[in-house]
């Protein structure tokens, strides 16, 4: 019989513990390679003649445990690949007891962006996340063993090395040195971290007795200020929410030019990709800055909920990653309210929404048999419908009965571990609500329902149903209790009234006297559900729309176009709704507005009604510019500075407005040139695309050359991803050739596959040569099996039936084992996308064609 660890879901023993690592690394930067020697403090519940530890691509030269009553060395090391581990034999049984194992071995730096790897020139670094801590230490590799850490690092001299734990000694050791770090608190091993290389930091400063470093390449030191701002303020209002002390003693941040993900929440040591962490605030837009304010209180929000108290199994991940994400907006928020954060956590839901509208989906919560599983939960759903469905919890419960249950789950579960059902449970306990039912249902079931509203005076009839995208598709036995908040209008004003929508149906009478202009049935939009109103309530909503919360507009358009992807609106309806909208002047409606009208552009309207839907929406959203015009006032506020991006965007990008084009290619020289204040900073983005688009060979050349030269990271990527962007075919033919060479960063390859995808004129050559050529892609990204999902995922832009069946086709002949939900559900949307193209494209062109 094969040994347990021949199976790719084994999962280790929990009679073996770890009760501290004490670990040496010695890294060699010129040869990729390093060595280290590690001491594991363990206690033993049952008697064992062999050990199993996570082991990834390592040599495990040596095993020696020690106990009170032996001295053992290895006589066998087995290695299992399918599990990732390697077998130590002793050839007698040793505990039950308290151990130690000692172990030496050497490795390999990873090609790929995990593990130990080259982050960027003379920098190497690690990333863990989800379990990759095995490819540098044999140890125990799964989130339920926590335990402290003791690291030392031999480097050579000249570089800076850091970890989760302040450096407490340092030796020379001639042209290397060894730097011992702090003993950290118990920590799982994805959360363990090591940067060296020629970083710099900016000046520390102290928060409440804790020292903050932001750290970058030298020549990007100036870009640290702001990112290291943010840590300063969030950090004492994360204390204050939690009533914990941070933890880990300092806190680094590190940009890093080569990273995976967005950002590593290492506990003491947080990793970052440069365009996370690192900008110019006078050049930066106002997206860019909210961007990394979210993205670093998020990281540091994870320093609670993930570092201090931990997730058993990765099935819980989502407990991490939404509650981060649902506290990184509340935090900024609370900092400043000026920015109106929610409203982007609102796109963040609406994303959500549509990927849970799909059959693939999978719950909040969902079973995960092994690592690889595990990769592919971070996801839409695991973040934002998890961070909204805790919104709409504390809605429910209010905001200090849930910060109490949050600080009750805290000190219960301290350096520990914990499920999800210990949060529910003290959640409930501080509110004396059903927390547990209500969560349970909403984490552990997929999809969310959709609630009809129909009304006969004051009384409301309400109907749920589970939501599908796909028309004709239903779901008989699914049903949520829906928390809702029921905003209204009447002559007295406007009131609210909060209600649990238990089952299938209810009515609900609104309190008050007289005729009800209109209901919101999803007041604020906080609840994750969309909104059918009936014929008459759409109308009303339509009416009153002055009267509706920026977000509740938002929602509006939202739950509309869901509705004409389901089938259940006509497509000419929802146009009319758009052009009802000629009188908004808050950016992010229009952004809302924009969004879908870039989607008809891109994906539904024919060739030949191009020009009509262009003129429609130049008639719609040209007084947007003419009222902000396109140089902003001294003293212009930011959503000003926001409508004017908004109406750019609609104008160029979709309208494709020749005048707005020649303005923003004479603005953007003029930028190149020197002259900082010829284009708002918000506008750049924008203007950078529409230049490429019609770009000649020497604009491709000089593109080229901004983007070698670049060091702000956001800045380098824009020029990047513009040299995909161009329309002419012999320019895009370049663009092509760039996906298959190494000048795009292995980090940025996703975006320029899906840029190149989504180019009207790179699409079908672009598309030709990835099939032919996908062996040369799979090789550079299959050591980053998140960029490789991106990359299925950027297949979604293909707009056209013969698509589709080429893309089932090949991916059916080229299976993905770590891409199988992307694939999915990427095949899902297209084949609605291609529906719903077939279906309204004529009914758009009727529609269009009456408007002349």
Same mark, same amino acid.
């Given at each position: #019989? ?12 929990t009679?073996?513990r770890p009760t501290?690592y004490?670990a040496m690394?010695s890294?060699?930067?010129d040869a ?5 020697t ?8 049952a008697?064992?003649?062999e ?6 691509e390592?040599?495990v030269a ?18 299992a690949?399918?599990?990732?581990t390697?077998v &130590? ?5 040793v505990?039950p007891?308290?151990?130690t194992?000692?172990l030496?071995?050497?490795?390999r730096m990873t090609?790929g962006l ?5 982050a960027g020139d003379?920098?190497?670094?690690t ?5 990759d801590?095995?490819?540098?230490f044999?140890c ?5 063993f926590?335990a402290p ?14 970890s ?6 340092e030796e020379?050791?001639g042209a290397?040195?060894?730097?011992r770090f702090?003993?950290?608190p118990?920590l ?7 940067v060296v290389?020629?970083?710099?930091a900016h000046?520390?400063?102290?928060v409440?007795g804790?020292p ?5 390449q030298?020549a990007k030191l100036?870009l ?5 701002d943010v840590a300063?303020?969030?950090l004492?209002?994360?204390?204050d ?6 933890a880990f003693?300092?806190?680094?941040q590190?940009?890093?030019p080569?990273f995976?993900?967005g950002? #590593?929440?290492?506990a003491?040591?947080?990793?970052y ?5 690192? !900008? ?5 837009s106002?997206a ?11 990281e540091?929000a994870?320093q609670w909920?993930?570092?201090?108290v ?12 939404a ?12 900092w400043?309210p ?9 796109q963040?839901k609406a994303a959500?929404?549509?990927l849970?509208a !799909?059959?693939?989906t ?5 079973d995960?048999?092994?690592v ?5 939960a971070?996801d839409?759903i695991t ?7 805790l919104?709409?919890?504390?809605g429910? &419960?209010g905001?200090e009965r849930f910060?109490?249950g949050?600080? *009750?789950?805290m000190k219960?579960?301290?350096?520990g571990?914990?499920v999800?059902d210990?949060l ?8 004396? %609500?059903p927390v547990v ?6 984490i552990?079931?997929p999809?969310?329902?959709?609630v009809?509203v129909?009304?006969t005076?004051?009384?409301?009839r309400?109907t ?7 028309p004709?598709e *239903?779901?008989?036995?699914?049903a949520w209790?829906?928390? #809702?908040?029921?905003r ?12 649990l ?7 609900v009478?609104l309190?008050?006297?007289?005729e009800?202009?209109?209901v919101?049935?999803n007041?604020?939009?906080?609840g ?6 009936d014929?008459?309530?759409l *109308? ?7 009267? !509706?919360?920026?977000a ?8 509309e ?5 389901a089938?259940?609106?006509d497509?000419t309806?929802?146009?009319? !709704?758009?052009a009802?909208f000629a009188?908004?002047?808050d950016?992010a409606?229009?952004?809302e ?7 008809? %552009?891109?994906r539904l309207v ?10 429609f929406?130049?008639?719609l959203?040209?007084p947007q510019?003419a ?6 006032e ?6 000003q500075r ?6 750019v965007r ?5 309208a ?33 695309? &529409?230049?490429?688009?019609?770009g ?6 000089a593109?080229?050359?901004?983007f070698k030269?670049e060091?702000?990271p956001t800045?380098?990527r824009r020029w ?9 075919p ?14 795009v ?15 009207r004129t790179a699409?079908?050559p672009?598309?030709a040569r990835?099939?032919?050529?996908w062996?040369v892609l799979?090789a550079r ?9 991106r ?12 698509h589709l069946?080429?893309a089932? *086709? ?6 993905l084992e770590?891409?199988?939900q992307?694939t ?13 193209r ?5 009914s758009?062109?009727?529609? &269009?064609?009456?408007?002349?």
């Open positions: #019989m094969a040994h347990p660890t021949q199976d790719r879901n084994y999962r280790l023993p009679h073996v501290a004490d690394v890294v060699d930067l990729r390679r390093f060595a280290g590690l001491r594991i403090d363990l206690r033993l519940d008697a064992a003649d050990l199993v530890l996570h082991a990834a390592l040599d040596r095993a020696r445990l020690r106990t009170e009553a032996a001295d053992l060395e290895a006589k066998a090391i087995e290695v690949a399918p599990s990732e390697v &130590l034999r002793f050839g007698a049984p505990g007891g308290r151990a194992l000692e030496a071995w050497t490795g090609e995990r593990g130990l790897y080259p003379g920098i190497v670094a990333q863990f996340e989800a379990a801590a095995r490819r540098v044999p125990l590799d799964e989130p339920g926590k850490w003791k690291l030392a690092v031999e480097a050579p001299r000249g570089v800076s090395v850091l989760n734990g302040a450096p407490v000694s020379d050791l290397r040195r060894r730097i702090a003993e950290t118990p799982p091993t994805y959360l363990v971290a090591l290389g020629g970083i710099e000046p520390q400063v102290a409440r804790v903050v470093r932001t750290w970058a030298p100036s640290t200020g702001f990112g290291q300063v303020e969030v004492p209002r994360l204390e929410y939690f009533g914990v002390p941070y003693g300092k806190l680094d590190v940009g890093l080569e995976e993900a950002a #590593m929440e290492n003491g040591l947080v990793t990709r440069e365009v996370a962490l690192l !900008l110019d605030p006078r050049t930066a106002l860019q800055k909210k961007r990394v304010a979210e993205v670093v209180t998020h540091l994870h909920f993930g570092n201090w931990t997730m058993t199994w990765w099935d819980d991940l989502w407990l991490n990653e509650f981060a994400t649902w506290m990184a907006f509340k935090i900024v928020d609370q400043n000026a920015w109106r954060v929610w409203l982007e956590f609102d963040g959500a929404l549509h849970d !799909l059959r693939s999978h719950p909040v919560r969902a995960i048999h092994n690889a599983e595990a990769g592919e971070f839409l973040y934002e419908k998890g961070g909204a469905v919104r709409m919890i504390e429910y &419960l905001e910060r109490e949050i600080r *009750a789950y219960r579960h301290a350096r571990n914990a999800a210990d529910w449970r003290a959640l409930g306990e501080a509110s004396r %609500e039912e209500l969560a349970n249902a909403w552990g079931e999809g969310y329902p959709v009809e129909a009304r005076g004051r009384t409301l309400l749920q149903r589970r939501f599908f995208s796909q004709g *239903a779901d008989a036995a699914a209790p829906v928390p #809702m908040v029921i209204w209008g009447d002559r007295a004003g406007t009131g609210e009234h909060r209600f929508l238990r089952g299938r149906s209810a009515e009478t309190p008050g006297e007289g009800v202009d209109f919101c049935a007041g604020g939009a906080t994750f559900y969309r909104v059918a109103a014929v008459p309530g *109308a009303a909503l339509v009416r009153s729309l002055p009267r !509706l919360a920026t509740e507009r938002i929602a509006l358009l939202s739950d176009w869901a509705l004409v992807r089938g259940a609106r497509v309806a929802f146009l009319d !709704l758009c009802g009188a908004e002047e950016h409606v229009l952004d507005l924009v969004g879908r009208l870039s989607f008809v %552009e891109h024919a060739d030949a009604d191009r020009p009509a839907l262009g003129r929406v130049q008639g959203l040209a510019l009222a902000t015009s396109w140089d902003p001294a003293t212009e506020v930011d959503v926001l409508r004017r991006a908004a109406a609609a104008l160029g990008l979709v494709r407005d020749p005048a707005v084009i020649a303005e923003a290619t004479a603005r953007l020289d003029r930028w190149i040139a020197g002259d900082r204040a010829a284009l708002e900073a918000n506008l750049h983005d924008a203007a950078v695309t &529409l230049v490429a688009r019609g000649d060979a020497a604009r491709f050349e593109f080229r050359a901004l030269g060091t702000d800045f380098r990047l991803l513009a040299l995909a962007s161009f329309e002419d012999a320019l895009a033919g370049r663009g092509i050739e760039l996906a298959f060479g190494d000048a960063p292995l980090q940025d390859t996703a975006s320029f596959v899906g840029t190149l995808l989504a180019n699409r079908e672009f598309w990835l099939r032919s050529e062996d799979h990204l299959k050591a980053a099996p998140m960029l490789l999902r990359v299925v995922e950027g297949m979604g832009a293909l707009i056209e039936r013969r069946e080429e089932e *086709a090949f991916l059916a002949a080229h299976p770590e891409a199988r992307a999915a559900q990427t095949l899902e949307r297209m084949r609605q996308d291609v529906a719903l077939e279906r309204t494209q004529r758009i062109g009727a529609w &269009l064609a009456g408007r002349r």
